[in-house]
């Protein structure tokens, strides 16, 4: 897979890939921020700072939609040269980009062994987004938020399209907190995610093969199916 975000970023994340690749089955991604249709809810971002060229400074990766055991199910493409097994069969790949919020709405966990299930409030969560979402945070950054979404509140609607995206397609600035008022959402929670593959639920050739998706013809070994390489996509894409 590919992220793109500065070089740096990338030496680290091919360093985050191969450890996740040697893990076993690797650990739960983190959690992804989503909405019903015709929901509204409250959100802070914790990131979303534009670069130099006025563009969202965010990690971009591609990912796939599959549908499996009747529901759908998103996997990270790990490069159609590193013999991504639904680049193979075809499956159209989208642009995603992520970001750290804060969920302020309320929601219970499940309940077991008869106990209430957890009070949730505040949450941090990961914000993954789709093309036409980072041009609209895009635009909400430039006109709206000088330039950078960090601290900012946005009452967030999501309509009954069939098509709406997961995360909402409407998004109105409600304030801008600082850093400081940020910090008081408690340890932890005031700063974004350091995004790691694993955090998104990259999974490495081997390990998707265990799934059922694609074989190991060809595989030369997990650390190398795993490594970011430099080049490919810019941001500047998303815009094309
Ligand atoms: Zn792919």
Not at 7 to 35: C, F, H, I, P, S
Not at 96 to 108: M, N
Not at 114 to 131: A, D, H
Not at 134 to 146: H, K, M, S, V
Request: charged share 30%.
């Amino acid at each position: 897979m590919k992220f793109m975000q500065g070089n740096d970023a990338k030496a680290a994340l091919a360093a985050e890939a191969a450890k996740v690749a040697q893990a076993a089955d690797g650990k739960y991604a983190t959690y992804r921020y989503w909405m019903k249709k015709d929901e509204e809810k409250l959100i802070t971002f914790l990131d979303g700072q534009l670069d130099e060229d006025g563009m969202l400074d965010i990690p971009l990766f591609f990912e796939h939609s599959v549908q499996s055991d009747g529901r759908w199910k998103t996997y990270v493409c790990i490069g159609e040269d590193e013999g991504c097994p639904f680049c193979a069969e075809g499956n159209r790949k989208s642009l995603c980009g992520v970001l750290t919020i804060i969920d302020h709405s309320e929601f219970t966990g499940k309940s077991r062994d008869g106990q209430p299930g957890k009070l949730y409030k505040n949450e941090k969560v990961l914000f993954v987004c789709k093309k036409g979402t980072i041009q609209a945070l895009t635009a909400q950054a430039r006109e709206a938020c000088d330039g950078d979404l960090t601290g900012a509140t946005f009452k967030v609607t999501r309509s009954s399209d069939p098509k709406s995206p997961r995360v909402g397609d409407s998004f109105f600035l409600k304030k801008k907190v600082t850093s400081d008022q940020l910090e008081t959402l408690g340890e932890g929670k005031s700063l974004a995610y350091e995004y790691t593959p694993e955090e998104i639920g990259y999974k490495d050739k081997a390990q998707l093969a265990e799934l059922g998706f694609g074989d190991l013809s060809g595989f030369t070994g997990a650390t190398e199916t795993a490594t970011v390489s430099g080049g490919g996509e810019s941001v500047d894409e998303i815009f094309n």
